[in-house]
């Protein structure tokens, strides 16, 4: 299946990377007079001192001062690039290249939470940390040698106290925040390298943040420090004719020689297809359309020569709220689970969205267990159990710690840009990450985006109320050491736009530039949802609505953060009450796909009643219950619709998510309802043409505007005359 790409920018040079090395050649050849895009895995650049927190080598020059901040590092290098009108996008990925009708080299095919675009180009300049180029162009690179390699990573904390087999090195770099002095400690070991693969690297990065996790700890680094030495070798030479440069190897000047001499050649197709790596009856699809570009000009393009990366059981996309969760559920239950991420760390809102504070929530099931386990941690915990703010570094870890106990395998910087079907049924996702891009094939899959991503892609309806505008309020957090709450509402992000994406951390950065750091995801209430076998409405959950297939109990009140759209609250505004909300499994099947989950915000429910079902605790525990399905539909071909839901549900009594009168719950009202006004309301949208003719009658013998407005609502116009 040929997917149809827009071309969206022409420059001359496009560089992989966001480090400061490859933002000062952009800014010396766009000097030059040449035209320069970046593109970047992260939400900032300066990934070279920031991701890996070695703010001990920013150069005195940039005058930042002796203990420069990664603000200061990310916004000094975002300042430079907009001054020169120097485009660029965050958290976007190289796939492949892409050649003339010569077989000259002509652009770069990339994607994202967009989908896929095409940048046209002359040349490229790599500046990623794992030499992608080398791979895409099929150019020499020097051989890896398996073995043992130093690795580093750099923490922030008050203090570290030494280990065996840890070397640690205090970097003389002071922080103050709250009368606390929190300094930058190197912590570094030995560990063994069987291969450069990413499988391997991970395992890397996990086993070392775990080996140098102290619970004193209040940031750490994105990434972990080594030298793979696989880079690209020594014997290559761009020419006019392999016109690649190495940010290691080439400086400003060789490019800015040989650019020049390169005529600019419009994209035509990929000539130098190495043949289909899939099985003829899969299909790569990304079918949700994005509505920017549409009228450039497009390429056709087929994504089945991609590599097959990995195989396992159960893949679950997002780590986040409802991911991580999700995946330790699979793993305990027995399933080769991966999990992707497309930030550093686990836990999303609550860890690496530092909203670290439960609004509501029904805290039982998996998030107490959750709660507990993050208290037990160390011997002084910040908050007590029954506190609803928790510790962000100490949660994360505490999901990695769980997750690897459980055997999951997770692959941190990653995103799935593409899924992968047969027929109706997805097998798997189009990964991009640090070591490019292939596909992870799996029996059964869960969508923890938070945004549909993967089910929209295979297909999915995209659940629309309304054309009027109407988004919930969004943010971004600074990062301040020590505290763990920072709940921003002063923005609205489109989360599915690249650009809107990049534009709300341009934004951010500006506005936090005296804090610390910046948070890697964007705080947002309410993304895309998908069209599910069953649509959660306001009136259900007024009505207190039961199902057969419940399989979480969320609490919360209707915290809408901006407008409304339901005509049963434009009658009768929500108040400030708590309710619970029984989410049955059917709302997080996609109709008319199999072999996937969708959990978290991207259920299917109208957006009115998603604050009753969003919150922490809440998505912790439907996430879980989410895993445990999946795991389930292994047995079953990868078929969802095929799992014992009662079977479900008692696992997910026994591990206290389900009270055990739930499960005897058939669809339809309970038999005591409480009754108060919503409830009477709820009834009469739940049963309209039942209560049309009621309303009717009562109208005619008595002309009040609040019957009036319920007419008009339910499509009738008796009243017309009297509103």
């Not at 206290?656 to 009168?661: M, P």
């Amino acid at each position: 299946m040929k997917i149809s790409v827009p071309i969206i920018k022409q420059v001359d040079l496009l560089i992989l990377g966001g480090s400061s090395t490859v933002v000062e050649k952009a800014l010396a050849l766009r000097q030059q007079g040449h035209s320069v895009f970046l593109l970047t895995p992260y939400t900032y650049f300066g990934e070279d001192y920031c991701a890996g927190l070695n703010l001990h080598e920013v150069p005195q020059s940039w005058q930042l001062g002796d203990n420069p901040r990664p603000a200061q590092v990310k916004l000094t290098l975002l300042k430079k690039l907009l001054q020169a009108d120097i485009t660029f996008l965050f958290q976007s990925y190289p796939v492949k290249l892409l050649y003339g009708d010569k077989g000259q080299f002509a652009g770069l095919l990339i994607a994202n939470r967009s989908g896929f675009q095409v940048i046209a180009a002359k040349a490229l300049l790599d500046g990623s940390s794992n030499c992608l180029l080398a791979d895409l162009a099929a150019l020499p690179r020097k051989p890896f040698k398996p073995g043992k390699r130093k690795v580093e990573r750099i923490v922030l904390a008050e203090n570290y106290e030494n280990k065996p087999g840890l070397e640690v090195k205090d970097l003389k770099r002071v922080y103050r925040y709250d009368d606390k002095d929190y300094r930058l400690f190197q912590v570094s070991r030995e560990l063994n390298f069987d291969s450069n693969q990413q499988a391997c690297l991970s395992q890397v990065e996990c086993q070392m943040r775990k080996d140098s996790w102290q619970p004193q700890l209040v940031a750490a680094a994105d990434q972990c420090r080594y030298q793979l030495n696989d880079g690209i070798s020594i014997s290559y030479t761009p020419s006019t004719e392999s016109p690649y440069f190495f940010d290691s190897r080439h400086d400003s000047e060789e490019i800015a020689a040989i650019l020049p001499q390169i005529k600019a050649s419009a994209p035509v197709q990929d000539k130098k297809n190495t043949g289909r790596q899939l099985p003829e009856d899969l299909q790569v699809r990304r079918q949700d359309k994005y509505f920017r570009f549409e009228n450039a000009a497009h390429i056709e393009l087929e994504l089945h020569d991609l590599p097959i990366l990995e195989k396992c059981q159960v893949l679950v996309v997002g780590g986040g709220t409802a991911g991580a969760p999700a995946a330790i559920a699979a793993g305990r239950a027995g399933a080769k689970c991966i999990c992707l991420e497309s930030t550093s760390g686990l836990g999303g809102l609550c860890t690496m969205g530092r909203i670290g504070r439960y609004w509501y929530g029904n805290k039982v099931g998996f998030c107490h267990e959750l709660d507990r386990g993050v208290t037990e941690m160390g011997p002084h915990p910040k908050y007590p159990l029954e506190h609803n703010t928790k510790d962000t570094e100490w949660k994360r870890h505490w999901l990695l710690l769980e997750g690897d106990k459980a055997g999951v395998e997770y692959r941190f910087q990653h995103s799935a840009v593409a899924a992968l079907c047969r027929d109706k049924q997805l097998c798997g996702a189009l990964v991009c990450g640090p070591g490019g891009a292939g596909f992870i094939l799996a029996e059964a899959l869960v969508d923890a985006s938070g945004n549909a991503d993967l089910a929209l892609a295979a297909g999915a309806q995209q659940a629309r109320e309304t054309f009027e505008p109407a988004l919930q309020g969004a943010g971004l957090s600074p990062i301040i050491p020590g505290n763990d709450y920072s709940n921003t509402d002063y923005n609205f992000i489109s989360e599915e736009d690249i650009f809107d994406f990049t534009r709300a951390f341009v934004q951010a950065q500006h506005k936090f530039a005296k804090e610390f750091d910046l948070v890697q995801m964007a705080d947002t209430r309410e993304r895309r949802r998908m069209l599910g076998e069953i649509t959660l409405l306001p009136q259900d959950f007024y009505a207190q609505r039961c199902y057969d297939d419940t399989i979480c109990l969320a609490r919360s009140n209707f915290d809408t953060h901006g407008f409304i759209v339901s005509p049963m609250f434009m009658l009768q505004p929500p108040n400030e009450e708590p309710y619970f909300a029984k989410v049955p499994f059917r709302a997080l099947l996609p109709k008319g796909l199999e072999g996937l989950l969708v959990t978290g915000l991207a259920v299917s429910a109208h957006r009115d009643c998603l604050p009753l079902i969003r919150m922490q605790p809440d998505v912790h525990n439907q996430g879980y219950a989410a895993g445990l399905a999946a795991s389930m539909a292994v047995k079953q071909n990868g078929k969802m619709r095929r799992i014992d839901i009662k079977k479900l549900q008692k696992q997910l009594h026994e591990c206290g998510i389900l009270e055990k009168e739930i499960l005897q719950e058939k669809d339809g009202l309970p038999p005591n309802p409480i009754v108060n006004e919503y409830t009477r309301l709820a009834k009469i949208f739940m049963q309209p043409d039942k209560a049309l003719p009621e309303l009717q009658k009562k109208f005619a013998g008595e002309q009040d505007l609040f019957t009036a407005q319920l007419l008009a609502f339910m499509g009738d116009n008796s009243a017309r005359e009297l509103l």
